[in-house]
């Protein structure tokens, strides 16, 4: 399965379908999820390996323990109009990697307060980590009309469009470009952008945006990585 967190760790999967993203609640810094405060940093979406990212804050000082996971969820399905026990189920099935559940449980929590920014993006999450690419852009879409200038997830919007079985290249990177217009030193569109244009067969591109993202993070290995399969379209 696709998820937002392997690329970090095998940034040159991207090329064959896997991406840079965030955590739960990605787009927000300071966000507030089931009424708790949560900070968040990049790269750390909760992956399919069935456990939380090393140094992910816990939520709401629960260890996702399967008891933990079936209280929340009798809870959530007793109190229907129980905005944060619809969260807080979400966030459990998050920490195990069942994106389905927590699917369930943020469309319910949306339609409970329709108009709350991080529940929506929470939801497009969940389903670009069902690798529900299409129902991704539509919910990452209605959350950029309301914060058109929230540059992760119109990052991850141009990730729907590159990770799709069917992708719209050249429309990811229009969007990874809007990013770095407003923050040229945003690391994780450089990335994607980078491996974009690669996967379209562009080393110049693909080489004069590596040389912008070891400006941007000279410690990291993701140019390398991103170098060597650069590389590889000269030798096709």
């Known amino acids: 399965m696709i998820t937002k967190e392997n690329i970090l760790f095998c940034i040159v999967g991207l090329l064959g379908g896997l991406i840079v993203g965030f955590m739960f609640a990605n787009s927000v810094n300071q966000g507030q999820v089931g009424g708790q405060a949560t900070t968040t940093t990049a790269a750390s979406m909760p992956g399919g390996g069935g456990g939380m990212p090393g140094g992910h804050p816990p939520m709401n000082g629960s260890d996702g323990s399967m008891e933990d996971i079936t209280v929340a969820i009798e809870k959530a399905r007793a109190e229907p109009e129980n905005f944060d026990a619809q969260i807080k189920a979400a966030e459990l099935f998050y920490q195990i990697g069942r994106f389905e559940g927590a699917i369930e ?19 497009g999450n969940a389903y670009f980590d069902s690798s529900k690419f299409e129902d991704a852009e539509k919910t990452y879409a209605a959350a950029l009309a309301k914060k058109p200038d929230d540059l992760d997830v119109r990052a991850d919007l141009g990730l729907t469009f590159m990770v799709r079985p069917q992708p719209d290249l050249d429309r990811a990177v229009k969007e990874f470009n809007a990013v770095l217009e407003k923050d040229p030193n945003h690391k994780m569109a450089l990335q994607n952008l980078a491996a974009t244009y690669t996967k379209k067969g562009d080393a110049k591109k693909a080489n004069e945006t590596i040389a912008k993202l070891e400006a941007v993070d000279p410690q990291g290995g993701a140019a390398a990585k991103l170098k060597e399969e650069v590389a590889k379209i000269g030798a096709n």
């Open 105 to 123: 449980f943020l469309q319910k929590a949306s339609k409970l307060k329709p108009d709350d920014y991080i529940t929506m993006v929470n939801l």
